[in-house]
Each structure stands twice: as structure tokens, then as C-alpha cells.
Nanobody
């Protein structure tokens, strides 16, 4: 059974940093494009970042470019999201996603597996 378990969420003041982790099990991690989405109250789920399994190319959503960095450790079956210069508008539940295609930017309908999410709250 595939499991994606996020951790590292919490509350932080604007301008601060957080690092999210997503530990995967039950899948061949090195063969999945991994990514992060987020969903704020009353809004649609939004693409944040992804990293391909082949070559490790990275992609960011426009709203987080230059502030968030995705990385992966295939030996640990873990994907990370380093979030710097956080803003109140980054407040959302952040979801880990796994896509079994060698894809760049992920879309919600193409994701194979989802984590349950971790809440990030940024105060001004």
C-alpha cells in the first residue's frame, strides 16, 4: 500500500522559513515524479513544485519562484520543500504528490498518489 506522509508544517511569521518533508513507502520512489501542491481555504488546489525522477529537473509554480526549493533523496524515499521568505498568502494545507509519469509540471488529475497534507500558517 502506497503511503505519502508529510511533516514539517507549522506556524511561522512572515519572512521566516520552513522545510516540509514527505516520506514515501510502497512504491518505487526513484521512478516517480514527486511534487507539492497546496490548498488554501475556499481555493482550488494549486501546483507548488515538482522534481522529475529522470535527471532531477525541477519546476515551480509562479507564486513561489525564487522562494521555494524542491529536492529529493532517493536513498531515503523522501522529498523536501524548503520554503523561504514566507508570506501570509502562503498559508495553506500542503500536499505531497507522486506521479508515475516522467512529467514536469504536475496537474491534480494526473497525480497517482496523495498525502494527507500538513498545515502551514504564516502570520503577518
Amino acid at each position: 500500500q502506497v503511503q505519502l506522509v508529510e511533516s514539517g508544517g507549522g506556524s511561522v511569521q512572515a519572512g521566516g522559513s520552513l522545510r516540509l518533508s514527505c516520506a514515501a513507502s510502497g512504491l518505487t520512489f526513484s521512478r516517480y515524479t514527486m511534487g507539492w501542491f497546496r490548498q488554501a481555504p475556499g481555493k482550488e488546489r494549486e501546483f507548488v513544485a515538482s522534481i522529475r525522477w529522470s535527471g532531477g529537473s525541477k519546476y515551480n509554480g509562479d507564486s513561489v519562484k525564487g522562494r521555494f526549493t524542491i529536492s529529493r533523496d532517493n536513498a531515503k524515499n523522501t522529498v523536501y520543500l524548503q520554503m523561504n521568505s514566507l508570506k501570509p498568502e502562503d498559508t495553506a494545507v500542503y500536499y505531497c504528490a507522486a506521479d508515475n509519469a516522467d512529467r514536469g509540471v504536475l496537474t491534480t488529475y494526473a497525480v497517482s498518489y496523495w498525502g494527507k497534507g500538513t498545515l502551514v500558517t504564516v502570520s503577518s
